[in-house]
């Protein structure tokens, strides 16, 4: 099979994502690997969200649906996913952007590596669309080391349906995406990284890793509702997560 005979499917949740979704959108667009389709799920917005791309662009590869009930970015995803035809489920939030050759390095990546799930390291901006950081990734991933931290960006995650089926997230309001990788983590022994970073993620004032104690709450939430620790072990990995997220740290590097 050649590489662009397969098709990718790019997941993209919205909402009230007006003063950023355009961008988003123009970086999919704008891939040298242009055998995708776009699916937007605007999940109730109350702003132009989607007005704003149907006003931005002629593009038939861009798909809108929108939510009759807000359900989470999670929820989102899961609506994108059910429509999806592509071979490759990816990832990009609205208001996030990826560099024009992260698809094309990525699922070269893939099939040539026999790969079923992949990511990359990633750049960070600020609400200005300024990139700060750069972030570093651990070069191979397995269920065991996931479950220490979430140590893939959501905007960099590409999964095979041919290998893996239709996976979907938990229900989940928040970290549903690390509930996901840890399971399809279960299914294949490793998930490959590439190094270089192929997209950038714009961390905002109100972000869950902004707030280190709605971070903790949260994280000890997942632990104990959505992998199904008991409460003690629960904490004892919630201690183990805040001793892995300084290690984390240390692979964000000020640009």
């Known amino acids: 099979m050649k590489l662009f005979d397969s098709l990718v499917s790019v997941i993209m949740p919205a909402y009230n994502s007006s003063y950023t979704i355009k961008e988003s959108v123009e970086s999919v667009i704008n891939q040298t690997y242009d055998n995708f389709e776009l699916i937007i799920i605007d999940d109730c917005?109350?702003?132009?969200?989607?007005?704003?791309?149907?006003?931005?662009?002629?593009?038939?590869?861009?798909?809108?649906?929108?939510?009759?009930?807000?359900?989470?970015?999670?929820?989102?995803?899961?609506?994108?996913?059910k429509m999806a035809k592509g071979r490759f489920i990816t990832f990009c939030d609205s208001d996030d952007r990826w560099l024009p050759e992260k698809l094309y390095k990525q699922i070269s990546f893939m099939i040539?590596?026999?790969?079923?799930?992949s990511y990359s390291g990633y750049f960070i901006c600020n609400d200005s669309g300024m990139r700060t950081h750069e972030v570093d990734i651990l070069p191979s991933l397995n269920h065991s080391i996931m479950l220490k931290n979430n140590y893939m960006g959501c905007l960099t995650v590409a999964y095979d349906i041919n290998k893996l089926g239709k996976r979907f997230?938990?229900?989940?309001?928040?970290?549903?995406?690390?509930?996901?990788?840890?399971?399809?983590?279960?299914?294949v022994n490793s998930a490959q990284g590439?190094?270089?970073?192929?997209?950038?993620?714009?961390?905002?004032?109100?972000?869950?890793?902004?707030?280190?104690?709605?971070?903790?709450?949260e994280t000890y939430k997942f632990y104990k509702n959505c992998v199904g620790m008991g409460y003690l072990r629960s904490l004892v990995w919630l201690f183990k997560f805040l001793y892995y997220y300084v290690e984390k740290n240390k692979l964000i590097s000020k640009l």
Request: zero cysteines; a positive charge; glycine letters at 6%.
């Open 45 to 81: 917005s109350n702003d132009n969200t989607i007005e704003t791309v149907l006003n931005s662009f002629e593009d038939d590869r861009i798909i809108i649906q929108r939510l009759k009930k807000n359900g989470g970015a999670g929820i989102a995803r899961n609506e994108g996913i």
């Open 112 to 117: 040539a590596k026999d790969i079923s799930l």
């Open 169 to 187: 997230f938990p229900e989940y309001r928040k970290r549903q995406d690390w509930g996901l990788w840890l399971d399809i983590l279960q299914s």
């Open 194 to 217: 590439i190094s270089e970073p192929l997209a950038v993620y714009r961390k905002g004032k109100n972000s869950l890793s902004s707030n280190k104690v709605d971070l903790i709450i």
